[in-house]
């Protein structure tokens, strides 16, 4: 299965399928790789890079749409 990154509405990234997450140093974020995964966008979140919901709170929005 290839990786999907879904733009949310007003939301996050939202990727689905198998990936390793890593940071500059190369080490690895910990999570549940059998769920998708939310980024953060809005650069609110208490957990970055995940996403908390603080898009919610702070009214963010963008609706990103392909050509």
Request: aromatic share 8%; net charge negative.
């Amino acid at each position: 299965m290839s990786v999907i990154i879904k733009v949310m509405d007003d939301g996050p990234y939202m990727v689905i399928g198998n990936v390793d997450l890593v940071d500059m140093n190369d080490k690895k974020f910990q999570f549940d790789e059998s769920q998708q995964i939310a980024l953060c966008r809005c650069g609110k979140s208490s957990s970055q890079p995940f996403c908390d919901g603080s898009h919610i709170t702070m009214e963010y929005k963008s609706r990103p749409r392909a050509d």
